[in-house]
Every structure is written in structure tokens, then in C-alpha cells.
């Protein structure tokens, strides 16, 4: 089950990327996304005791909890899904080994699960994208070959982080989200 779980003592970025490593770090429990705006983050826990589990572990961070809400189902194809900011909104990676290399996720404000697999066997991959149009593509010089994959690279705009793959290596992961806004859950999510 996916929560919205509220932790007032949040107030930065550091906040949220402590409360997804003590989260992560817990079996059964995975961090989606967080907020230090609305001191809000997103779980999805196997249990009422992995919850527990998740409770115990970030009030001994230092991030006891407030009240949980069970998260909205994602919007059925065709309907409107709430409007964010294109302009700010920022995702918060995953990184997941996967026995080719690793899967760099976020929760994409369409209610998918979107990602990029990486293959360590393969030098260069295609991008990959959501169904809302956001195009991914992780490994060296990641924005400058996703612009260059693109049909019309000025009609998005760019987020570039670098991250830590399972192995030790960091790497780019490079996302254009299209300006002036996504067309939301086009398709099924769980196809991603």
C-alpha cells in the first residue's frame, strides 16, 4: 500500500534524501517521493508492521511522524491528474541493481512509475520515456545525447543530476520534461 506521511521536524533537501535512505534501508519498505515544501513523503509498505518498522527507524533519525494518508489511486486513462509546477518540479531517483546493471526510477507526476534500465553490457542505450512524454537516459554526457536524440530538443526543459549506481560508479541521469506541460497518464501505468 502506497501512505503520504507527514514528518514536521522535515526542512530541507538533506531531510528527504535522510528519510528515503532510512526508509529504503528497511525490507518491505520503499521511499517514492518527498517534499521538504509540505514536509509530505510517499511510501509504499508491505504492511501495517513494516510501517511500524518505518515509524520507529525515522523517529530514531531524528523524524518522528505525523498523520498517514493512504495515497489517491493514479487517475483513470482519459482524466485530468492535479496540476504541478513543469517549471520546478524535480524528480527523486531510485536506483535499483538489476542483474544487467540497474534501474534508475521516479514517481512521475502522471502517476507512473517511469524509469531507464540500464544495461552495463551495452555502451550507449536509447533514451526511454513515459507515457506524458518525459524522455530519460542515463550513463556519460547523458543531457548533451538526450538532446541530441530528441526531434526538437528546445521543447523541453532539462533536469541533470549525477547519481551512485549499486557498484560504486557514478553516473548522469538526464530527464527532458516538455514545456508548457505533460499530457498525464495517456496509458496504463503499470505498463512502466
Known amino acids: 500500500m502506497q501512505l503520504t506521511l507527514t514528518a514536521p521536524d522535515i526542512t530541507c533537501e538533506h531531510c528527504i534524501a535522510t528519510i528515503e535512505r532510512t526508509v529504503n534501508a528497511i525490507e518491505g519498505a520503499r ?17 501495517g508492521g513494516i510501517l511500524d518498522a518505518v515509524g520507529a527507524a525515522l523517529a530514531a533519525e531524528g523524524y518522528p511522524l505525523g498523520e498517514a494518508s493512504a495515497t489517491a489511486p493514479p487517475a483513470a486513462a482519459g482524466a485530468s491528474a492535479p496540476a504541478i509546477d513543469e517549471a520546478t518540479w ?28 540500464l544495461d552495463r553490457s551495452q555502451a550507449e542505450q536509447d533514451p ?3 507515457c506524458c512524454g518525459r524522455q530519460i537516459l542515463v550513463g556519460h554526457d547523458a543531457e548533451s545525447r ?34 508548457g506541460g505533460a499530457e498525464h497518464g495517456s496509458h496504463d501505468p503499470a505498463s512502466h
Open 31 to 47: 521511499f517514492l517521493q518527498g517534499s521538504e515544501l509540505t514536509q509530505t513523503f510517499t511510501v509504499e509498505v508491505a504492511s
Open 90 to 117: 524535480t524528480p527523486a531517483y531510485r536506483v535499483t541493481r538489476t542483474e544487467v546493471g540497474a534501474d534508475v526510477n521516479y514517481a512521475c507526476p502522471c502517476s507512473c512509475d517511469a524509469g531507464f534500465a
Open 128 to 130: 526511454e520515456s513515459c
Open 146 to 179: 538526450l538532446r541530441s536524440a530528441l526531434e526538437q530538443p528546445g521543447a523541453y526543459r532539462y533536469d541533470h543530476q549525477s547519481l551512485t549506481m549499486p557498484w560504486g560508479q557514478p553516473l548522469e541521469v538526464a530527464l527532458a520534461i516538455p514545456l
